[in-house]
């Protein structure tokens, strides 16, 4: 089967940095995405990782280690609005002629605090 | 406007009812899918669409049944469902269900309650 793990809550301070671990045991491996969902919203796409390293956008960087099956998403200068949750997600090939598929982690809930 | 929409947003519905949950992408994407979250659980994902065929059916019981008559539309029909089918149902694109790239968008979601 397929197992993603991340934690299930985090609080850190606005203007800090946080970091969100997220480890997977998988049967192949296609890619690592990070989302962002708000409370009742959509998730939105943050990062996608297929190589091992270090990605940055912005605010916010993603790191996969391939060897490790680990990969973390590291928020800096924390905002508010950056309360939310933070889905981990694994691809992983198509089993025959149909689609990769996605797997999800439950999700990492952070609250972001004055 | 956003990529991906969802109606309706809510739906509250009796085990004996028939509903149907639409979704409508316009990003061009070729590929569609239906996910559940459930509280405290990772999504699960339920059907995949390629170019308006199912390529993906996570067993998911019969009670639930997609439609894709083109590619920007996806149905989920809603029959005789069961209290613990309550959850948010969410919707996605992408532009290539096989691509190792393709990101999926996803749509605000329908909550849906089953009494």
């Known amino acids: 089967g397929q197992n993603i793990d991340q934690p299930t809550e985090m609080t850190a301070t606005e203007g800090a940095i946080v970091q969100i671990n997220c480890t997977y045991q998988t049967s192949g491996f296609n890619g690592l995405f990070w989302y962002q969902q708000h409370a009742g919203e959509a998730p939105t796409f943050l990062s996608y990782?297929?190589?091992?390293g270090l990605e940055e956008k912005g605010r916010f960087s993603s790191f996969l280690s391939r060897s490790k099956g680990y990969s973390y998403l590291l928020l800096k200068e924390l905002q508010m609005k950056d309360s939310a949750s933070y889905l981990c997600a694994v691809r992983t090939p198509p089993p025959s002629t149909g689609a990769n598929n996605l797997f999800f982690g439950t999700g990492t809930r952070l609250t972001v605090i004055p | 406007e956003t990529g991906v929409t969802q109606t309706p947003r809510h739906l509250v519905m009796g085990m004996t009812n028939k509903k149907s949950l639409k979704c409508e992408q316009h990003l061009g994407h070729n590929a569609m899918y239906w996910y559940k979250q459930s509280a405290k659980k990772p999504l699960e994902l339920m059907f995949v669409y390629s170019l308006e065929e199912r390529v993906e059916n996570n067993s998911v019981p019969s009670r639930f049944s997609p439609e894709c008559p083109n590619s920007s539309h996806l149905f989920l029909h809603l029959h005789t469902l069961q209290p613990e089918d309550s959850a948010l149902y969410l919707c996605a694109s992408s532009q290539d269900p096989q691509g190792s790239g393709n990101t999926q968008y996803f749509g605000p979601g329908t909550r849906l309650t089953v009494l």
């Open positions: 990782n297929v190589l091992d």
